[in-house]
């Protein structure tokens, strides 16, 4: 929001180009998800949420990787991870165990399901990343959008936000 008669209140209004700025980032921060859901729901029948967790468990050592991991890997909430996983569970993607080193926590692995659905879905996805995000820009502008998003990420996180 542009500022009407200076900085009222001590607000730092945006500026017109600031303003102009924000509102394409909050559209893309937006529309992504959006993109990558349809992509992978048309490619290979799994969301952006399952395919992130298939992703990142496929990468877990071979007994599997705790939720509480699984959360921190992905930034997700513990909630937001234990729900996704028991839905993914029914869907035959995953199982849970009891975990072999204490057997306290849980260790989730994929099953032959889960891991057909990540192979199935990586190609496509890795295809609409690389089409939308890294082929229209040139190496310096990527360069350029790695160090300025590392910037606005670090700004969050030494405020506590992140």
Known sequence: MTGQGGAAGGTRWLSTEEQHLWLE????????????????????????????????????????VRSGDLAAILSWEKSRVSHLLRRMESKGLVVRCAASADGRGQEISLTETGWAAVRAAASGHVGLVRETVFDPLAPAELAQLRASLQKIRAAAVDKGLW
């Open 25 to 64: 980032l909050r559209e893309f921060l937006s529309g992504m998800p959006r993109v990558i859901d349809r992509q992978l729901s048309r490619d290979s029948d799994v969301s952006g949420g399952e395919y992130a967790v298939l992703a990142a468990i496929s990468e877990a050592p071979a007994e599997g």
